[in-house]
């Protein structure tokens, strides 16, 4: 993949990548990057790389990115973190939460419960129940671990949220048709503990618990949720910013709108976006209006209605590949979905993901080119 990339690079005249050396970061002053694009956020994910580093770092100069989200992984990688320094391209360390397949697999009993009673798991998409405090722990640890040694810029909190497979919701589905988590023994006594309401005796397995706490306490029982994922978030913040007083933290947050699905993204994922614009830097929603069924100028809609709530920085991730829908995401349609994606009150953009785009030569070019245009 890389050396097509290279070739079509190559074909555009790119200077940059024409004399490197191997996993020689190249000679450009520092910053520079975040200075172009008129001072937005240009960022891509990705989560693993085979293959040269400077070639990497290169193409990403070129194409005008300022801003990577990697995987722990791929930032403990050779001299990754050393040639983002010098190329001035800030590093955000992509920690998922409550998605740990490996956790729930050598301990089914972290399944977080829905509201039917059964594992909160779907597909791919799999959650650890939010109140068990061992679990927490350890997260919060093995975060502060990699901020002390990998020293990023920023922290991306991944699925920090309740579970629910968003990428599936399409726009006619209903709120009734999503699953609710998590009702779970743990989270039951937590919130009785927490709001003082009591679970009346007679009630018997968890669908039967799960339809008295929705019909009588629904509204306590949502905003118990999203203080749960608030708190969390709030001392993830803490905790790393007293390591890294300047770390950055970022939110990958469900791409609802307040009023989508009669309020989903409080009352399933738990994310009051208002609440976690206090501990966050930004807001990135996963605008992939494609998988979604919707058009690129939802992709602005979003960015607007997070906006509106948060009054920060909202950096929306826009899909570059198709993904779960057969029908082909057209260079066209990606321009569209870019320009959206750009417009003010947005804070810049996230590709999700760089592998994407780099297999895709024009939609490569329609990237940088439009980031050119950004800065004229
Ligand atoms: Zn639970």
Redesign the pocket.
């Known amino acids: 993949m890389m050396k097509k990339t290279l070739a079509v690079f190559l074909v555009l005249g790119s200077a940059a990548l024409a004399g490197g050396c191997r996993e020689k970061a190249p000679v450009e002053p520092p910053a520079a990057a975040a200075e172009k694009s008129a001072g937005l956020m240009i960022g891509v994910k990705i989560y693993a790389h085979e293959g040269s580093l400077s070639d990497l770092f290169a193409e990403w100069r070129s194409a005008g990115v300022n801003t990577v989200f990697v995987s722990p992984d791929l930032a403990d990688q050779g001299p990754f973190r050393e040639m983002a320094r010098k190329q001035g391209i800030s590093v955000f360390l992509i920690v998922p939460i409550f998605f740990n397949p490996e956790e729930l697999k050598k301990d089914p009993g972290l399944y977080?419960?829905t509201d039917r009673g059964g594992e909160a798991k779907d597909d791919w998409v799999e959650f650890v129940?939010?109140?068990?405090p061992d679990y927490l722990s350890r997260r919060r640890e093995w975060i502060k671990t990699l901020v002390r040694e990998l020293d990023p810029d920023g922290i991306s909190l991944d699925f920090i949220r309740y579970f629910v497979f968003w990428e599936m919701i399409y726009p006619e589905r209903t709120l009734g048709s999503i699953a609710n988590?998590?009702?779970?023994?743990?989270?039951?006594d937590?919130f009785q503990k927490d709001t003082g309401i009591a679970l009346p005796e007679g009630l018997s397995g968890t669908a039967d618990m799960a339809r008295w706490i929705m019909a009588e306490h629904g509204r306590e029982w949502t905003e118990w949720k999203c203080g749960v994922i608030t708190s969390l978030v709030r001392s993830i913040a803490d905790e790393v910013r007293a390591i890294r007083p300047k770390l950055r933290i970022n939110i990958h947050s469900v791409p609802w709108r307040e009023d989508d699905f009669g309020g989903a993204i409080k009352i399933i994922a738990g994310q009051d976006l208002a609440a976690l614009a206090g501990p966050a830097d930004l807001i990135s929603p996963m605008c992939y209006w494609h998988m979604l069924k919707r058009k690129p100028t939802w992709v602005h809609e979003v960015v607007e209605d997070v906006y509106s709530r948060t009054n920060g920085l909202v950096v929306p991730s826009i899909q570059v590949g198709n993904a779960y829908i057969g029908d082909p995401l057209s260079v066209g349609e990606f321009k569209e979905a870019l320009d959206e994606a750009l417009r003010p009150p947005s804070g810049g953009v996230v590709l999700w993901n760089w592998d994407a785009l780099a297999k895709e030569p024009e939609k490569k070019s329609a990237f940088a080119a439009r980031l050119k245009a950004l800065n004229r």
């Not at 129940?129 to 068990?132: F, L, Q, S």
């Not at 988590?181 to 039951?188: E, G, I, K, R």
């Open positions: 977080a419960l129940c939010p109140t068990r988590t998590c009702f779970d023994q743990s989270c039951l937590q």
